[in-house]
């Protein structure tokens, strides 16, 4: 009987059943699998050996394995090695730098490395009577040198270009030497399928950027720490930005010191990683042994004079026992605001009246001096502290480990001006003059706490069976207040009852608006095997998602004349706390959801040329019907220089918490033609609401998706070259609606009024979509005369299409034309909110203690609809990173990300307060465009412009 048919007691029941079974197979399979056959650890290097002698390469070998070789130098001093350079395990590292030399190379009984001479494809053993025995030591180790397992397969792993998909690895250098504070800009400057998009006053999201892949949303990609599933943030961006109506993780939460690496995985990996993996996985790496302790140190500042920032982060390294370590890393940041705003074109007082030239005219002396930068339009200031631990330690035939991330990050973010003469929001009071006399800026103030924490056991069990046990618990948090505003039905409720001054000087003007959680616990049970002819690879994982959103002070959400519909039709003082206003206690969330989820992978050598793998996996969400997904991809090695790869997988994504369950009115700005933007209240219902029901909204089901992969290899010496072509299908895709007016039908307007609100938006299954697009990465380095040189070229173009939008059959939406349910912004935002393409440009030279990293990146253009339309045009922005070594401790580093100050294109619609003022004598007081200069709604690169910066960094 399947899931889907049966109730839910009884879907519990069979739950149960399943895992006493599956615990029964987890124990049969602990005990047959050493039966039969060895198992050999594969574990990756990164491998950094030029062509030289044998000798001499064979020692360069040992230090960066900790491997013990021996080889007679008489043997190998004559003898010339083929380049390593990449990810390799130790036996193909040795086929690849050994070939065509004549010598080979086998294991002995004591684990050690023995060099011999091939002949006639008989292995026969050299003298080594004066063998070399070489052992690494920790002072011989290469700082650079790292030992590595990579996602993208949980079967044996082999090289980075073998693997069937695309995976790129971003070490700790590249993405320091990227000169971003964040993480996500960093990823972004690296990764060219990555998108982290900025947008201002957009409540929340301001804050919480949206992190994309392959033009996808954010909860389109999975995030991992260390292989385990990491929470999600607690906000979902309602507003209109990128990602509307998506959910996403915070990954600005982690420490960048605490990062060795960051893994993308650029494929669709449900069938492997379970629910949000449709456009691929991002595994960060914390760092863990043999790492340098550091201090370091930055300070920055953009070239308008504003957004400083100021960065310390230390991170230490603790050796346990022979095998064991505690790295620890501290960070804290402090970033002030920047503002891009243009000037205020508009009257803030009621004395100044529009001419029939289109002027605004006035004689009042306030308007006359009034302050015309009324809006703070840019980055958020915010403050950070984090720490991350990873640690492990030996116990048993095993390897205990943890790791956790504690990040707190306080924010405060603008809305939009109050002016004086905004009477709904900025009341006028008995003396004639406006509640706040010269208007008022709201502010968003977010306290933002992030925690996670992982326990595990692995092992070998029998010398054959490697196993991996865990569980990991993560919550986000925020604590909206809205401050410095007022909430304007209060005044005008008692503006009758107190004198104007006693109202001016006690009216509240902060407010407790509400508070997000969003929890996370998890139980991994992963077995994996090698056999003869292939590897293969189980596993259970148990999850528990809780959600709960709690109310804000009443002053934050109430309308104290809602039940007076004869001065709300005459007045029409708006509810709640301006800006950001609160959640009430009837719309409170507290909800859970279990997750049962059973996978198996397996993959083969065909040919000795020819690599498969397959992943099936079956997911059981609460509420959500179950749903079973399937991966094949292949490798075909053409030549030694050649290689083909490929994939085809179907894919799911479970609705979120927040979109299931997330219920609130907010007051948006809303464009009504080109110049004009009016405030209105905008209900977001939850699809069991009362509004959602009366309406016939249906709950919400998965997102499912197919995802095909093609690309080929290119490697020979130095050079390495990639392209991916990608298809990403999607059904049944979750979007919220467009702003439904009591316009549309009367039955909505009833629903409306009952629920306070101007326009509701729900969330729905409601569009198919595809996404074309091609990856291509060019790596090349060599030794010039002056010093090393690395050169990467990478670029990705990404065409995203709404192919089909419906609305739900037997509600009353289906009554109306889809256009009127799903707006062209809607639309927009999914197609063409994001770069059509991106191109990276990077070159790094180094020579002795001198380092120069010069990076180009293009963003590509983008569409944005907004009351009318308008395209961004593409734009080139080059970034400089100087090292200079002064002691071998101490580093230095200056640097100018966008050194030309390139900005995006000039906003020419979704505007707000243009305008000319003139004085009686026809003077222009003041002369504005608006105050968006830039778009607020997608920046892909921001709109800060030049930043300078400077670090130091000591290594002890």
């Not at 491997?67 to 130790?90: D, F, H, I, M, P």
């Amino acid at each position: 009987m399947l899931f889907s048919q049966i109730t839910r007691k009884e879907k519990k029941t069979v739950r149960s059943q399943l895992l006493i079974r599956l615990h029964s197979l987890v124990i049969s399979a602990w005990f047959i699998f050493p039966l039969l056959c060895n198992a050999q650890s594969a574990e990756l290097y990164l491998f950094n050996i030029p062509a030289q002698s044998a000798d001499q390469a064979l020692s360069q070998f040992g230090q960066q394995t900790q491997q013990t070789l021996l080889y007679s130098y008489e043997l190998t001093k004559s003898r010339t090695t083929n380049a390593v350079q990449g990810y390799y395990t130790q036996q193909q590292a040795l086929r690849i730098m050994l070939r065509e030399t004549g010598l080979g190379a086998k294991v002995t009984e004591k684990g050690e490395i023995s060099v011999i001479t091939r002949l006639n494809d008989d292995i026969h053993q050299a003298n080594i009577t004066k063998s070399k025995r070489v052992q690494t030591t920790e002072e011989q180790q290469p700082l650079s040198i790292e030992k590595i397992s990579v996602i993208g397969s949980r079967t044996f792993s082999r090289t980075i270009n073998d693997l069937s998909i695309p995976v790129d690895i971003l070490t700790n250098r590249t993405l320091i030497e990227t000169g971003e504070t964040e993480l996500g800009r960093m990823i972004q400057k690296l990764a060219p399928s990555f998108n982290f998009s900025s947008s201002s006053i957009s409540d929340g999201t301001d804050v919480l950027k949206p992190a994309t892949l392959r033009g996808l949303g954010p909860d389109q990609t999975l995030i991992l720490i260390n292989g385990k599933r990491r929470h999600n943030a607690s906000l979902i961006h309602i507003n209109t930005s990128v990602g509307r109506g998506a959910t996403g993780a915070d990954i600005n939460a982690i420490p960048v010191n605490a990062i060795d690496r960051v893994e993308i995985l650029r494929d669709g990996a449900a069938a492997q990683y379970g629910s949000d993996a449709i456009a691929g996985v991002i595994n960060i790496v914390l760092k863990s042994g043999n790492q340098k302790n550091n201090i370091t140190t930055s300070l920055g500042q953009y070239s308008r004079s504003d957004g400083e920032t100021a960065k310390a982060s230390v991170n230490y390294h603790h050796d346990i026992g022979n095998e064991g370590f505690l790295n620890t890393t501290l960070t804290t940041m402090h970033h002030n605001s920047t503002d891009r705003s243009g000037l205020h074109g508009t009257c803030q007082y009621s004395t100044c009246k529009m001419t029939k030239d289109g002027l605004y005219q006035t004689n009042d002396p306030r308007e006359i001096s009034a302050n015309r930068k009324t809006f703070n339009i840019g980055d958020p200031k915010s403050q950070q502290f984090a720490v991350a631990l990873n640690s492990a330690v030996p116990l048993g035939q095993g390897k205990l480990y943890s790791f956790a991330i504690f990040s707190k990050r306080h924010n405060n973010a603008s809305a939009f001006f109050r002016q004086a003469n905004n009477q709904p929001a900025n009341p006028l009071l008995s003396d004639g003059e406006a509640t706040i006399k010269n208007g008022y800026l709201p502010i968003i103030h977010s306290d933002i706490t992030d925690k996670s924490f992982t326990l595990g056991y692995n092992g070998t069990a029998f010398n054959k069976l490697l196993y991996d046990i865990s569980y990991s618990y993560g919550k986000n948090t925020i604590d909206y207040e809205t401050r410095n505003a007022i909430n304007a039905s209060f005044v005008a409720s008692i503006k009758d009852l107190k004198p104007a001054s006693v109202i001016r000087r006690t009216v509240p003007r902060n407010a407790d608006a509400y508070g997000l959680a969003l929890a996370l616990q998890t139980i991994n049970i992963d077995l994996t095997r090698q056999f003869d002819h292939f590897d293969f690879a189980v596993g259970l994982e148990l999850r528990k998602d809780h959600y709960q959103v709690t109310a804000g002070e009443k002053y934050s959400y109430y309308d104290y004349h809602k039940n007076d519909a004869e001065y709300v039709r005459l007045v029409k003082a708006l509810p709640g706390i301006q800006g950001f206003p609160g959640i009430a206690p009837e719309d409170t969330v507290n909800e859970q959801r279990d997750v049962l989820s059973l996978y198996a992978e397996v993959g083969t050598q065909i040919t000795p040329s020819f690599d498969l793998t397959g992943a099936l996996r079956f997911d059981d969400y609460d509420g959500v019907q179950d749903t079973s997904n399937i991966k094949v991809a292949a490798k075909w090695q053409l030549n030694q220089l050649l290689s083909f790869r490929g994939s085809i997988s179907t894919g799911f994504r479970a609705p979120s918490m927040q979109q299931l369950y997330f219920n609130n009115t907010s007051t948006q700005f809303v464009v009504e033609n080109e110049q004009h933007l009016v405030a209105e209240q905008i209900g977001t219902f939850r699809n069991d609401s009362v509004l959602a029901k009366s309406i016939g909204i249906p709950p919400l089901i998965e997102e499912k998706s197919t995802n095909l992969s093609l690309g080929g290899v290119f490697d020979k010496d130095n050079l390495t070259v990639t392209i991916d072509y990608y298809a990403i299908n999607i059904d049944d895709r979750i979007v919220i609606s467009n702003q439904l007016s009591s316009t549309f039908s009367p039955t909505l307007a009833q629903t409306l009024a009952n629920a306070h609100v101007d326009k509701a938006q729900v969330f729905l299954n409601a569009a198919d979509t595809k996404t074309k697009g091609i990856d291509f990465i060019a790596s090349y380095n060599t030794s010039l005369t002056v010093g090393e040189l690395d050169l990467i070229i990478a670029a990705n173009v990404t065409n995203t299409e709404v192919s089909k939008l419906y609305s739900p059959k037997n509600s009353e939406l289906h009554k109306l034309s889809v256009n009127e349910v799903f707006s062209q912004q809607d639309i927009s935002i999914i197609e063409e909110w994001q770069p059509e393409d991106r191109i990276s440009v990077m070159a790094n030279f180094q020579r002795d203690n001198l380092k120069v990293n010069l990076a180009i990146n293009r963003y590509g253009s983008y569409t944005i609809t907004d009351g009318s339309r308008q395209k961004f045009g593409a734009e080139w922005l080059t970034d400089i990173n100087i090292e200079r070594k002064i002691t071998p401790a101490l580093s230095i580093v200056i640097g100018v990300n966008n050194v030309f100050d390139e900005m995006p294109d000039q906003n020419t619609i979704g505007n707000s307060h243009a305008g000319t003022i003139v004085d009686e004598e026809n003077n222009v007081i003041v002369e504005s465009s608006g105050v968006f200069k830039y778009s607020r709604r997608s920046a892909p690169f921001g709109f800060n412009g030049k930043y300078y910066y400077a670090k130091l960094q000591y290594n002890f």
